[in-house]
Every structure is written in structure tokens, then in C-alpha cells.
């Protein structure tokens, strides 16, 4: 039944005196293709993998019982709450009091300030003083942190109770014409060094200056990209929204070309593959050749540049680049082509092979489309409980206060004379100190109206404790493990399909009905454990990749680190190569799992052995397929490429587009993914097939009682022949040759 992972020379049948590799697969005279009667492989795995699957359960329970994404999602006040829902729901945009004090710190994950930010209806339409809203029609959507609108507070009071109500920050000391930005009212970029004025043309003092353009410019100077990027936003979506025919349509014709190259390769494979080098070669030097024109158009009339998208596109050196790297890859796709052009015809013989698979189990091309789907799955589950998780955190508030009028200078208040004897738990307060927002307010009541204006407790973040930011990266690896396994389940899957087409000897008539279907359900239910097992280890390497990285990331901000880095590096480099190394292993110890039902450790090492013992077939069979399929993609990518250039090249005056390449940008990464998915199964479909070829030259000489399961073209390119039967005839026996 398989128990959890073995030597490669546990199994005496595996090992033979004498030889490196283990001996070759002995003929066996029951073997028909993929074993049908199986049992349960790797169940310590299994049960490890389900026990696994437990713990993300719990994790998810708790964030969702303790979490609320909205926290994240939307703009928080200063006491924690979130704008637009509860007792907030119609105001759902945040106003900042002060937003030059934004020059503090902003952090652009969570728009924190520090100041006091309350959640209004509206952002404020125009500059004004804090008590000048005694005709300001959105004085009745603007709030103070008592809750009370500003209008309302100025009915009540009066022009002397609002002034008091602005000196103890309960109601804005000023206004900003603003506009919301994800939920955040950020005042509108004005001229730099211009004092701002109100509607009335005064000036708006703040902290005994008046308020200038440069002062706001550079509080929300954290958002400047933001800001950019979410005008170049809008500039791509208005060009998508009259483009997305277009999109729809050339995604259309992608799933077009893929279909038909697939249609023609079942019977055209070598001209369509010595077409497709040439194509690749002719759109090489189309590109060449379009990047040298446009050079010259900028060198001749150079255009001026308003964005960032725009400074790259209109500079001619990035033609010249785009120019020179095509040349290189050219140069180096030909140099290929000329020393590999032999090799190549092997190669196409085992395309046509895949191709006369797939053409017999056209279900093979839909199996993506599940994967996909559970992949989609398992995402969107990482993301939501990533999100609950996050917010799942007690709110952090900090005190903060201003240091030059309160303190002199200092970042720390003293208050000992008053709390001494009252129910005040504080007898300072520290400029960024955590606080409980309850207790300070106690404290608050008793302070004097100029101390209460200047220092306050801000909400600020939600703390991770330790327990969360383990679940955080519980969640993490869940994602990693189980989306390898599915992964490896539609490798199992395909493998076992197309191997049941190998060893069919009279195809198609050999070949059994639902071949994907039966894969599936024997992958799925016997082989779930080694599946899992395999899966494991290709997450802990990227695990490892990934917490290389975050280190890495983090040593940035510790000054000159050269060997560190240099060190982290070297050892990113070497994880990357070993999960390269792996997955190739644990991709060929699928086909024989799929094959034979072996456990997964008996299955790495008779394909590792396997593969050893041939080498240097496996070295140039396997690259030249897998060039052959990367001109393909890129064929396919470049003609949509193309198509797509052209037509939004043509639209972009017509239409009035703003970046007319960015819709060509995504047909091409549309194009790349669709005929990914496509090449992918024919890259299964060949793997498969080429062990499955090397177990046959193994287990069978062309004898007839040993005959060769492979295709006429494989026999004739390695030439090998099966052997008819002996035949009579008047004087005696003969044997004959004939390829069966």
C-alpha cells in the first residue's frame, strides 16, 4: 500500500549486479497499459495532507469569527470605526483634519495620519476656514468627532462655539477642495508655492503660518504615485471600456489559432513546424525592422511626454533596445536551428505521436480549464482568509500631540500634577506611545482646553499578534501544497490518458472509452498521498524561495549589507535550480504512478533511473520538443501580437485612445496564458509518451511475442521493425520483417 519513502534500492528487483542505473523493465506478458487494480499509495501522506487541511479550516473559522475585511477595504476614524457601515453607513468617505501633518508619516497600505480623521458624507468643493460655514451648503455633510455635523454644531452654538469646538479638535480647523481617493479625501494638486486661499481670499492659517501649496503638496507627497498611477488608471480603463469588443474578439481568435494549429499539426507537424520557425524568424525581422523605423521617426521629430507610460515609449532608445534585443534572440534562435536541424525530425516524429493522442481524447484539451478552476479556488480562498486574518487584529491607537507648542520641543507631556488622585491611569504622554482610547478619555476630561487641542490618541493600525502572523503563514504554505497538488493531479491525470493511448497495440480500436475521466478518478482516489507527497516537497522549496526573498527585501534598510545580499543570492539561485530539478523528477514520477500505481518514492527512483540510462535522449529529445513548443507559443503570441497592433494602431485617432498599446499588451499576455494551456498538454502528452517509449524499447525486442507498442514513424526514425510471425511455405520456414 505504500508507506511513506524508501530507499531507491529497497526493492531488490530494482537493482541488478553490475549496473548504475538499475536494470532495464523486464517484459511482461500481463501488461496492457495503465494497471487497473490499485491500492492506496502514501496514506501516511494522505493523512498528514487531510490533518493539514483540518488546521486551514480552523484558521479560516477563526478569521472569519474575529475578522472583518471591511476594516482593510475601507477608510477608519480616529476611534477605530469604519466609514460606511453602522452607525456610519452615509458617510463613507474619511476627512483628514490636518492633512500637512501627513509629512509625519503616511503609509500607503493603510492611509494612516496623524491627525484626527473623522468620516464624512462629502468630500469639502472648495478652500475655507473651519468656522466659515455659516452658508456652506455641505456644512450639513461635513462631521466633528462628536458625532454632530458641522452645520448642526454652528446652529447650537454659534460662531464662538464652533471656533471652541475647532481649538479642541472636535470639528476640521480648515477645509480643502478634495476629492475622494479610495475612500480618502485627498485636497486637489494646486500650484506650488501659491499661499491658499479661502473663498473669500483670505489666507488659511495653520499652526500660526499660513497654508501654502507646497505645505499640502508634500503631506500627501506619500500618495504622488497613487495619485499618478490612478490617473493613468482611469486613462487605460476609459480606453478599455471602448476597446473591450476588440479584446472579446481577439480572444476569440486566439482560441482560433490554437484549435487550428492543433488541427493542422495532427496532419501537417513537420511543415507546420519548419513553418513555424520561419514565421517566428519573419516576425523577428518584422520586429527588427518596425523598431529601426520608429527610431528614426523619433530621431527626426521627437515627441513630448506627459506621463511616466508616455516618457518610455516616446524616448527612441527604448526602440533601439526593443531593436537590439530582437536581433539577439534572432541571432540565437538561427545558431540553434543550424546545429539541431537533425534532431529535430526525431522531434517531430513524437509530436505527431501527441497529436494523434490528443486527437483520440479531445477531452485532453478541456482537463486545463478543471485545473484552472481549482487553482482559481484555492486562490481566492488564500486571499479571503489572508484578508479576514489581517483584520482579524485589536486595534492599535498611539498618542500624538504638538511637539513645538505643548512641549517645547520634547515628545513627551508631563501630567502627573493633574492625574495625581482622579481616575486618569496616565501621568505622561509620549508622542507615538500606544494608548487605550477609554482611558484617555478620562484622562481628557480633565485636561485644559489648550492641553485637550493639542494631544490626542489616534487609531492607527491592527495589530498582528504572533498567533496571527502564524496562521498568516499557515495560510501561506496551504496555498503552496495543495496548489502543487493540483498541479500534479492534472499531470497524473493527462499522464495516464495518454499512456493508456502508448500501449494500446491496435489503435484506435485498443483505446479505452473516457480515458481522461478514468485517469482522473485513478489519480484521485488511489494516488492522492503520493500526489501530496510530491507536492510538499516542491513547497518547501518555494517556501524557502520565498522567505529568501522577504529576507532579503528586508535588509535593504539596514545599510551596505554586500556580502549578506550576495549570500542570499547565491542561495535563491540554488533553490530556484533545485525546485527546477524537482519538478522535472516529480513530473516523470507522475507518468509512472499513472502507469503503474507505484508510491511515490518507488516511482521518482525507476524514472530517475529510467531517465539516467537514456540519457542523452532524454537531453535532446526533450529540449528539441520543448523548443519546438516555446516557437510555437511565441508564434501564436506574435501573430495575435500583431493582428492586435495593427487594429488599435488604426483606432487610436478614430477612437481617441490614450495608450493604444496597453490593449495590445494584454491580448499578447491573453494569447501567451491560452496557448500555454494548450502547449502545455501537448508538452505532457510528449514526456508521457517518450517514457513510455523508452520503457517499450525496454520490456520488448519486436520479436512476436515481444512486439513494439510505438507508432510506424518512431520505428522508422530509430529503425526498429517488428517481426512477423514465422510462415511456411513449400519448403520450409522463413522469417519475415514487417513493420506492424
Not at 483634519?97 to 492611509?111: A, Q, Y
Not at 462631521?143 to 475647532?166: N, P, Q, S, W
Not at 523619433?298 to 513630448?304: A, G, H, Q, S, V
Amino acid at each position: 500500500m505504500g508507506g511513506c519513502c524508501c530507499g531507491c534500492g529497497d526493492d531488490d528487483d530494482d537493482k541488478e549486479e553490475g549496473s548504475t542505473y538499475g536494470k532495464p523493465t523486464p517484459y511482461d506478458p500481463n501488461f496492457k497499459g495503465p494497471v487497473q487494480k490499485r491500492c492506496c499509495t502514501d496514506i501516511l501522506m494522505l493523512i498528514v495532507f487531510i490533518v493539514f487541511w483540518i488546521g486551514m479550516f480552523y484558521v479560516a473559522g477563526y478569521g472569519w469569527t474575529n475578522g472583518d475585511p471591511d476594516r482593510l477595504l475601507y477608510p477608519t476614524d480616529s476611534q477605530g470605526r469604519v466609514c460606511g457601515e453602522g452607525e456610519l453607513s452615509d458617510r463613507s468617505k474619511l476627512l483628514f483634519f490636518d492633512i500637512t501633518s501627513c509629512i509625519v508619516g503616511v503609509t500607503t497600505f493603510t492611509f494612516v495620519c496623524p491627525t484626527t480623521q473623522v468620516c464624512v458624507s462629502e468630500c469639502p468643493d472648495d478652500n475655507r476656514l473651519g468656522s466659515s460655514v455659516d452658508s456652506w451648503d455641505l456644512a450639513s455633510k461635513i462631521y466633528c468627532t462628536t458625532g454632530e455635523t458641522v452645520k448642526a454644531v454652528y446652529d447650537a452654538r454659534g460662531t464662538t462655539g464652533l471656533a471652541t469646538a475647532i481649538a479642541d479638535l472636535e470639528c476640521p480647523p480648515y477645509y480643502l477642495k478634495s476629492e475622494s481617493v479610495v475612500g480618502r479625501c485627498i485636497p486637489t494638486i494646486v500650484d506650488v508655492n501659491s499661499d491658499i486661499l479661502d473663498v473669500n481670499g483670505n489666507h488659511i492659517p495653520v499652526n500660526g503660518q499660513n497654508l501654502t501649496s507646497t505645505n499640502v503638496t508634500d503631506a500627501v507627497n506619500g500618495l504622488s504615485d497613487f495619485l499618478n498611477l490612478r490617473k493613468i488608471g482611469e486613462e487605460v480603463l476609459s480606453d478599455l471600456g471602448i476597446v473591450w469588443p476588440y479584446l472579446l474578439g481577439g480572444l476569440f481568435v486566439v482560441l482560433l489559432l490554437c484549435l487550428i494549429y492543433i488541427f493542422l499539426m495532427r496532419f501537417l507537424v513537420g511543415v507546420i513546424v519548419w513553418l513555424t520557425i520561419f514565421l517566428v524568424f519573419g516576425l523577428l525581422i518584422f520586429g527588427i525592422g518596425w523598431s529601426y523605423t520608429k527610431y528614426k521617426e523619433l530621431d527626426d521629430e521627437p515627441m513630448t511626454a506627459t506621463t511616466l507610460l508616455e516618457t518610455f515609449t516616446y524616448q527612441k532608445n527604448t526602440y533601439l533596445a526593443f531593436g537590439i534585443i530582437l536581433l539577439i534572440v534572432f541571432l540565437i534562435l538561427l545558431l540553434v536551428v543550424i546545429f539541431l536541424r537533425e534532431r529535430i525530425q526525431i522531434a517531430i516524429e513524437l509530436i505527431k505521436e501527441a497529436s494523434r493522442a490528443i486527437s483520440n481524447m479531445w477531452f485532453a484539451l478541456l482537463f486545463p480549464i478543471v485545473t484552472f478552476f481549482l487553482l482559481a479556488l484555492v486562490i481566492v480562498w488564500f486571499v479571503t482568509v489572508a484578508l479576514w486574518l489581517q483584520s482579524a487584529g485589536d486595534r492599535v491607537y498611539v498618542f500624538d500631540h504638538e511637539v513645538d507648542k505643548s512641549t517645547g520641543g520634547n515628545n513627551t507631556v508631563d501630567f502627573t500634577a493633574v492625574a495625581n488622585g482622579t481616575n486618569c491611569v496616565y501621568n505622561s504622554f509620549t508622542k507615538g506611545e500606544e494608548c487605550e482610547l477609554d482611558k484617555f478619555e478620562v484622562c481628557q476630561e480633565l485636561m485644559s482646553n489648550e492641553t485637550k487641542k493639542d494631544i490626542s490618541c489616534l487609531f492607527m493600525e491592527y495589530y498582528q499578534s504572533p498567533t496571527l502572523f502564524r496562521m498568516q503563514i499557515y495560510n501561506l504554505f496551504g496555498l503552496l501544497w495543495t496548489g502543487n497538488y493540483i498541479l500534479a493531479l492534472g499531470q497524473c491525470t493527462l499522464a495516464g490518458a495518454f499512456a493508456s493511448y502508448y500501449w494500446a497495440f491496435n489503435k484506435p480500436k485498443d483505446i479505452p472509452s473516457f480515458a481522461v475521466s478514468r485517469a482522473f478518478f485513478r489519480a484521485f482516489f488511489w494516488h492522492t498521498g503520493s500526489l501530496a507527497f510530491g507536492a510538499l516537497i516542491i513547497a518547501i522549496i518555494q517556501f524557502i524561495r520565498i522567505v529568501l526573498a522577504y529576507t532579503q527585501n528586508k535588509l535593504k534598510g539596514f545599510g551596505d549589507n554586500s556580502a549578506a545580499k550576495f549570500f542570499l543570492k547565491c542561495l535563491g539561485c540554488c533553490f530556484w535550480c533545485l525546485e527546477k530539478i524537482f519538478k522535472y523528477i516529480n513530473k516523470n514520477a507522475y507518468i509512472l504512478i499513472a502507469i503503474y500505481g507505484y508510491h511515490f518514492c518507488k516511482a521518482c527512483c525507476r524514472a530517475l533511473n529510467l531517465l539516467l540510462r537514456n540519457i542523452l535522449r532524454v537531453f535532446v529529445l526533450n529540449s528539441i520538443t520543448t523548443f519546438i513548443f516555446f516557437l510555437s507559443q511565441l508564434l501564436i503570441v506574435g501573430i495575435m501580437g500583431l493582428i492586435a497592433f495593427l487594429v488599435f494602431d488604426s483606432l487610436r485617432t478614430s477612437e481617441d485612445l490614450n495608450y493604444y498599446l496597453i490593449p495590445v499588451i494584454l491580448l499578447a499576455v491573453f494569447a501567451f496564458f491560452i496557448s500555454w494551456a494548450f502547449f502545455s498538454i501537448y508538452d505532457m502528452a510528449v514526456d508521457t509518451l517518450f517514457l513510455c517509449f523508452l520503457e517499450d524499447l525496454e520490456r520488448n525486442d519486436g520479436s512476436p511475442e515481444k512486439p513494439y507498442y510505438m507508432s510506424k514513424g518512431l520505428k522508422k526514425v530509430l529503425g526498429k521493425k517488428n517481426k512477423a510471425p514465422k510462415a511456411k511455405d513449400g519448403e520450409g520456414e522463413v522469417m519475415a520483417e514487417e513493420d506492424m
